[in-house]
């Protein structure tokens, strides 16, 4: 199901932070642990999270013109960034930390941007699957960072990101979902580890 908003541009510009032009969004004077060190030492990476910071305000201001669920619907996303933020900050542990965060920031825009819809798809795509009209799967694309999709079947949305593959394009999401897309055809893996078959019909 697609969120349903009222008019969004007032309160994107009264709800985004005000973000210093260089640095990351949090205070370098303030680190709390190795991750933050690494983000306030590097501009590239603090660029990233000045970024990322600008998209989460976007998707709060986003959740914020729900017609219903709003303060649920925030409070959730909250507690969605807090966890990312948590993931994030373990990266210091990783052999390339700076690789770690680059992927984190990367699939953290893409999330936002797909699950929110801040921008238009690239590419939408209705599918059949299992060679039945009924069993529809949609898929939207975004062009970000790295590709994200929109998996939305019946009334479950979920998002994935691009993965790399020999051929055609693969996207797969936490929860097990994945599809492969080579043309017209593309193969459809559902969260409880059924396969199928799916060809496009629209649009």
Not at 72 to 79: G, I, V
Not at 139 to 164: H, K, N, Y
Request: aromatic letters at 6%.
């Amino acid at each position: 199901m697609r969120p349903q908003r009222a008019a969004l541009p007032l309160l994107l510009a009264l709800a985004a932070p005000v973000l210093a032009s260089e640095g990351p969004s949090f205070d370098c004077e303030q680190t709390e642990n190795r991750t933050q060190e690494l983000i306030c030492a590097d501009p590239g990476l603090s660029a990233r999270d000045r970024h990322v910071a600008g998209v989460y305000a976007e998707a709060l201001a986003a959740v914020r013109t729900l017609q219903t669920g709003a303060e649920a619907a925030a409070t959730d996303l909250s507690a969605r960034q807090s966890d990312w933020i948590g993931r994030r900050n373990g990266c210091w542990r990783e052999p390339n930390p700076k690789g770690c965060l680059i992927a984190a920031y990367a699939h953290r825009e893409g999330a936002l941007v797909a699950r929110w819809m801040l921008r238009p798809p690239v590419e939408t795509i209705t599918w059949t699957c299992d060679g039945t009209p009924a069993n529809e799967l949609v898929t939207m694309l975004f062009d970000t960072e790295l590709q994200s999709i929109r998996f939305e079947r019946g009334d479950s949305v979920e998002i994935g990101a691009r993965v790399p593959t020999a051929a055609g394009a693969r996207f797969e999401a936490r929860s097990g979902r994945m599809i492969w897309i080579q043309g017209d055809a593309a193969s459809y893996r559902d969260p409880g580890g059924t396969d199928v078959d799916c060809v496009r019909t629209g649009p």
